[in-house]
């Protein structure tokens, strides 16, 4: 029986999450959330933490910063799968 050299799944699961995130960065600025506020609390909290996120300066550093944290892990486990094993 055949050994694969590389397993395929990680090398395809962490190159669609690099599009993804690649995405979310671009079109961050885009994204703005609904205007009415949600009858749950926790629907309500989520909406609350979003405007933060979506509207606040600082929220935005950390939004953004959180996508490319996300993306340069991404890259390093997709590093990883490709180096040859020794």
Same mark, same amino acid.
């Not at 962490?14 to 961050?28: D, M, P, Q, R």
């Not at 609904?34 to 979506?54: M, N, T, Y």
């Given at each position: 029986?055949? !050994?694969? #050299?590389? /397993? *395929?799944?990680?090398?395809? &699961?962490?190159?669609? &999450?690099?599009? %993804?995130?690649? $995405? %979310?960065?671009?079109? $961050? ?12 609390? #926790?629907? @309500?909290?989520?909406?609350? =933490? ?5 509207? /606040?300066?600082? =929220?935005?550093?950390?939004? !953004? =910063? @959180? *996508? *490319?944290?996300? =993306? ?5 486990? %997709? $590093?990883?799968? %490709?180096?040859? !094993? !020794?």
């Amino acid at each position: 029986m055949m !050994k694969r #050299k590389r /397993d *395929l799944e990680p090398i395809v &699961a962490y190159t669609i &999450a690099i599009i %993804l995130i690649v $995405y %979310l960065f671009i079109s $961050y600025d885009t994204f703005s959330p609904d205007e009415e506020f949600p009858s749950s609390w #926790k629907a @309500g909290l989520v909406h609350r =933490g979003l405007i933060f996120i979506l509207e /606040d300066s600082v =929220g935005r550093i950390i939004g !953004k =910063g @959180g *996508l *490319l944290l996300l =993306g340069f892990y991404c890259i390093r486990q %997709l $590093y990883t799968s %490709l180096r040859p !094993k !020794k």
